[in-house]
Each structure stands twice: as C-alpha cells, then as structure tokens.
Antibody
Framework: EVQLVESGGGLVKPGGSLRLSCAAS????????MNWVRQAPGKGLEWVSS????????YYADSVKGRFTISRDNAKNSLYLQMNSLRAEDTAVYYC???????????????WGQGTTVTVSS | SYVLTQPPSVSVAPGQTARITCGGN??????VHWYQQKPGQAPVLVVY???DRPSGIPERFSGSNSGNTATLTISRVEAGDEADYYC????????????FGGGTKLTVL
C-alpha cells in the first residue's frame, strides 16, 4: 500500500524549532518529487516547499523562506522539514504529499499523508 | 505573484451538475490540478493536468481549462461529494512555486 506518515508535530514557543518527518512506503520514493503543504485552522491549503527526486531542485513559499529547510533521505525513504524561528502564523496541520513525477512542476500531488499538527504558542 | 480565485461556495441538488471555477491570468496556459478535501481528512487529487482523472476517481469528475478560467465539473452530484475543493497550479512566471486557490465549499442540498 502506498503510504505517507508524518511525525514530529507538537507545541512549540514562538522563536523555537521543530523538525517534521514523513516516512514513505509502498512506492519507489527516490523516483518522486515531494512536498510539504500546510493548513491553518479553518483556512485553506497553503503550499510550503517542494524538493525534486534527487534534491537538485528545492523551492519555498515566501512565507517560510530563510526559516524552513526541506530535505530528503532516499536511502531511508524519508522527507523532512526543519522549521526554525517559528511564529504563531505557522500554526497548522502539515501534510506531506507526493508529486506524480520526479519534478514538482508537472502532474498533481497524488498521495497525501494524514498530517501532523504544529502549534506555535507561548 | 500569481493568484487563483475560486467562489467561496457552490450549492447543488443531488443528481444535478456542479461547476466550480478557478480564475487566473491566462490560466489556460498552465496545468491545473483539483483536490477534494472532506472535514478532518487529507486532500485527495480528483483531476490533474486540467482534465485527467487519477485511478479510482469516478468519471463524474471532469475538468476543463481555457483562457482565464479552469472549471471542475461534477456530474450527477451525490451527498458524498460535499467537500471543499481546491485548484492548484505551478507558477514559474516569477518565482517557482505551487499556488492554491482559496477553496470552494460544495454543499449538496
């Protein structure tokens, strides 16, 4: 079964850091571009970051650029999001999502995890 | 920055056809993807590359894209189709990024 499972969410104070992980199974992880997408409480979907299959291409939303770092370990079938200098507005459910190819600019995001909740509050 | 505009809500009776629009500057030149999200669940891709359906998505879901408007059409609407729907594109015009529309709440009357 194709599956993505996020972990690492939790409660963190403003200015703090958190590292999210996404474990992939059931498909050849190294062949696909991957993404992080978040959803603030009661709000719509917001793209956060994308990384190509070989990590050659990495893109960030302006709202997180310079604070968040996306990475992947194809040997461990895992995707990561290092989040630093967290703000209250980063509070959201964070989803890991697979692109339909090895590039983020084609197809759509065809496999999603169930999400992990990040709450930034003092 | 590229903006996608969706109506906040669309209502339709069961068995009728629902059309959800996604407006953007020359969106017809981009590939549009559509996602369905039910409360408390992760999004599901229902249409990709304007009009293709992933395996397992009913033929009742279809898409089109031309000019400044992309449209998701749901035929023979069922109660289980009630959800939020989001359009999404890849914007390479200025900075490379994925862009989502604000979402449309589909209510089945």
């Amino acid at each position: 079964e194709v599956q993505l499972v996020e972990s690492g969410g939790g409660l963190v104070k403003p200015g703090g850091s958190l590292r999210l992980s996404c474990a992939a199974s059931g498909f050849t992880f190294s062949s696909y571009s991957m993404n992080w997408v978040r959803q603030a409480p009661g709000k719509g979907l917001e793209w956060v970051s994308s990384i190509s299959s070989s990590s050659s291409y990495i893109y960030y939303a302006d709202s997180v650029k310079g604070r968040f770092t996306i990475s992947r370990d194809n040997a461990k079938n895992s995707l990561y999001l290092q989040m630093n200098s967290l703000r209250a507005e980063d509070t959201a459910v964070y989803y890991c999502a697979r692109d339909g190819s090895n590039r983020p600019d084609t197809d759509g995001m065809d496999v999603w995890g169930q999400g992990t909740t990040v709450t930034v509050s003092s | 920055s590229y903006v996608l505009t969706q109506p906040p809500s669309v209502s339709v009776a069961p068995g009728q056809t629902a059309r959800i629009t996604c407006g953007g500057n020359n969106i017809g030149s981009k590939s549009v993807h559509w996602y369905q999200q039910k409360p408390g669940q992760a999004p599901v891709l229902v249409v990709y590359d304007d009009s293709d359906r992933p395996s397992g998505i009913p033929e009742r879901f279809s898409g089109s894209n031309s000019g400044n408007t992309a449209t998701l059409t749901i035929s023979r609407v069922e109660a289980g189709d009630e959800a939020d729907y989001y359009c999404q594109v890849w914007d390479s015009s200025s900075d490379h990024r994925k862009v989502f529309g604000g979402g449309t709440k589909l209510t089945v009357l």
